[in-house]
Structure formats: C-alpha cells, structure tokens
C-alpha cells in the first residue's frame, strides 16, 4: 500500500486535478466578483459587510494555491489551503442544504449547480486528494525539484 501511496505519478495527477479543478474555479470566480459576492450572500452565513472582501480575496487563493499545487511548490502548505478551502467549503453546502435552500453553490463561475450531496462528495473527494498530498508530499515533478542534487539520482 505505501508503493502506491508514494507513487510518483498518482502525486502528479492528484496535484494536477485538484490545483486545475481551484483555478478552474478561481479564474471564473475572479472574472465576476460581483455574481461571487451574490452567490456568496445566497448562502446568509458571511456578515454582508464581508462579502465584496471575500469575492475579491478568495478566488486569488483558490488561483494561487491551484498553480503552486500543480507546480509541486511547497505541497504540504498548498494542500493545507486548498483542503481548509474545502471544508469551509463542505461546511457551507451541507448547511444551505440542510436548511433547505435552494441555491446555486458558486463553485464554478456561470455553471448552475445546486447545494447538495452530490458537490459535498465532490468537495470531499477533492478534501481527501489534499490529505494525501499532506501526507505524501512527493517531490519528484516539481518546480522545488528542479536542480535538486537528488533529481539528477532520482531519488526525490
């Protein structure tokens, strides 16, 4: 089980789905911050004076964290974020949910996908993809890897 958890190439592809799905997600996000801070607002769980702050920071993070995570740069702390993100993000769909609302989630910008158990299997997927890199954060890929002594043996 540890060779297929340490298998280089699962680590790149989880990197790669789980940063792309972030800033899929962000650059829509960041394209509208006003539909954001709507769809935000949807949820009534953020004080109203919060919400142009978190349409204009969050979708940034999401970005950032989403290229750096697919670039291999700092792995453990990118895949902190992005499954803080997520729970934040779980959080939210499953109360709107449980309250009955029926809402947009905001997820992906100009996509209608209503809160429910099928985006917290989603977002719980994605949660479990960064508590995997947490725990095994392999360099090898990665921009942190390049001119490494230890890239050029292969041992990264």
């Known amino acids: 089980m540890k060779n297929i958890l340490e ?21 829509g996000k960041a394209a509208d911050p006003n539909l954001f801070a709507k769809e935000i ?6 004080p109203y004076s919060l919400l142009n702050i978190m349409s204009l920071t969050m ?11 697919m670039s291999g740069v700092r792995i453990k702390a990118n ?18 949910w449980a309250r009955g609302l029926k809402i947009n989630c ?11 158990w099928r985006k917290i299997i989603e977002n719980t997927s994605s949660l479990i993809g960064c508590i995997y890199l947490y725990f095994y954060p392999v360099q090898k ?16």
């Not at 607002?41 to 953020?46: D, Q």
């Not at 979708?59 to 995570?69: A, D, N, R, V, Y």
């Open 41 to 46: 607002g949807n949820y009534h769980m953020v």
């Open 59 to 69: 979708p940034w993070i999401e970005i950032i964290s989403g290229i750096l995570l």
């Open 106 to 116: 905001g997820c992906f910008a100009g996509k209608v996908e209503e809160v429910g």
């Open 7 to 27: 298998n280089q190439y699962l680590n790149l592809a989880v990197r790669l789905v789980v940063g792309f799905l972030f800033v899929y997600a962000g650059i």
């Open 141 to 156: 890929f990665s921009v942190e890897n390049l001119g490494s002594p230890k890239s050029e043996l292969g041992n990264a």
């Open 79 to 96: 895949a902190t974020i992005i499954g803080v993100l997520l729970i934040i993000f779980i959080a939210a769909v499953g109360s709107a």
